[in-house]
């Protein structure tokens, strides 16, 4: 299928689906349980997973592309769904035969959810240095201990990627491990829901992980190349994903802004706010910054997507620099539709809150700038 196919469907889905649960999703904190289960039915939960397994063998430009759709009608779908793609992503970069079968097929075919859970209480932001400790049972079994925080999709997916400490208690703090989780793991128990301000259907919570037996062949790659997932799979698909998400929350509040411009109308003038110079001005600076920041999400993930080296500094900039463009763009759209746009439960309502995220999700904004400038000057890009 090509891409513009695939878009089409979200395109549709996002408007049926997504719109009618859209309010349930944000004033209930209803998990998107009907948004997810036709995603995954129109055979879109693959789209990264490769065409030999049954997916569509897409990369970082459509994850962008898909969550940007989605975004732009519901903040907590795009997240949701994009998690999942990032998950399968992770477990598709150096899977085996067996990971192929019991996680990434049932992936392409609808029938499995994934999700990140990489955050912990103890490091936060800085979700590249886990604590949780995952230690050798015996040839064939692990042992895993500890808490992560945050994970959306929360105890509706089917399985976590899961980041732990070093195997080795000697071992580097960024030679941690990684690996699938599955969720009917005897054991694996879940915090309260976390309730946002925004993105309240995401289903965040707190996985703990006492004493789970998990089996040694659902570990991701070889223990010690973590830093290359966080590098080459973690990071450029999750700052994809996420990126597309407030892209789309952003077009949302300047579409919001554009038609009530256009449409309101003064009974002393008869002119519309769209006849007024300053706010033709304001709508103006609003669209140029909301399409150098697509432009360069676009250019990040197109060149990503051909494995160019260059590609790592637009990826990084661009989560950081949607972060700014979605909260301001909001903010400015709230401002030109008046008292209406600042209503309790108005569209703009869920517009600001699901847009505060942008910034506190990890990587967060001032962690991926230092990142970027580390990398300009030549210096690791991983604090001490
Ligand atoms: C809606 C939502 C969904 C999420 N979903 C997931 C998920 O699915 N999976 C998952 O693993 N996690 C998830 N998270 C967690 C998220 O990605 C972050 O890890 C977490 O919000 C940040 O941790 P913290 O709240 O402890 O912040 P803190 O670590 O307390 O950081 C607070 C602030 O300090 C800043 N800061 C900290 N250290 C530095 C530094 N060295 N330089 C500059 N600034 C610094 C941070 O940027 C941040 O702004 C989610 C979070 C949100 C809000």
Redesign the pocket.
């Given at each position: 299928m090509h891409l513009q196919d695939i878009l089409s469907d979200i395109e549709h889905i996002a408007k049926t689906t997504v719109s009618k649960e859209a309010t349930a999703i944000d004033q209930e904190g209803k998990w998107p349980e009907n948004s997810i289960r036709e995603l995954q039915q129109a055979g879109l939960g693959g789209l990264v997973v490769s065409k030999e397994l049954g997916g569509h063998g897409f990369g970082l430009h459509a994850i962008a592309r898909a969550c940007e759709i989605l975004g732009q009608v519901s903040g907590s779908v795009a997240?949701c769904y994009g998690?999942h793609c990032v998950g399968s992503a992770v477990i598709g970069a150096k899977a085996t035969d067996e990971q192929k079968e019991d996680f990434l097929k049932p992936i392409a075919q609808g029938k499995h959810l994934t999700?990140?859970?990489?955050?912990?209480?103890g490091?936060?932001?800085?979700?590249y240095y886990p604590q949780a400790q995952l230690l050798p049972l015996s040839e064939d079994q692990f042992i895993l201990n500890g808490t992560?925080?945050?994970?959306?999709?929360g105890n509706h997916a089917d399985s976590y990627v899961v980041t732990t400490a070093g195997v080795d208690p000697e071992a580097a703090r960024d030679e941690f491990s990684c690996l699938v989780l599955r969720n009917d793991t005897p054991g694996i128990a879940w915090g309260p829901e976390?309730k946002?301000l925004?993105?309240r259907g995401?289903s965040?919570r707190s996985l703990l992980m006492k004493d789970l037996l998990v089996p040694s062949h659902h570990l991701l790659g070889d223990i010690g190349d973590q830093l290359w997932y966080i590098f080459h799979v973690v990071a450029p698909y999750f700052l994809t994903a996420m990126s597309g998400t407030y892209l789309g929350i952003a077009q949302a509040a300047f579409n919001e802004a554009r038609t009530h411009l256009i449409e309101r109308s003064y009974r002393h003038s008869g002119t519309t706010l769209s006849q007024n110079t300053i706010l033709q001005h304001r709508i103006g600076t609003l669209w140029s910054k909301l399409e150098r920041t697509r432009q360069l999400l676009y250019h990040a993930t197109l060149e990503g997507d051909k494995e160019e080296s260059t590609a790592i500094l637009p990826i990084l900039s661009s989560k950081a620099e949607i972060g700014y463009t979605c909260v301001d763009v909001v903010n400015e759209a709230m401002t030109l539709m008046g008292g209406i746009g600042y209503s309790q439960h108005s569209r703009m309502d869920v517009l600001l809150r699901d847009a505060r995220?942008a910034?506190?999700?990890?990587?967060?904004?001032?962690?991926l700038y230092?990142w970027l400038g580390r990398a300009l000057l030549e210096q690791p890009i991983l604090?001490s």
């Open positions: 997240l998690m999700t990140l859970a990489l955050s912990e209480p490091t936060g932001a800085h979700f992560k925080s945050f994970v959306t999709n976390w946002g925004g993105m995401n965040s995220a910034h506190v999700m990890a990587p967060t904004t001032d962690i230092t604090d």
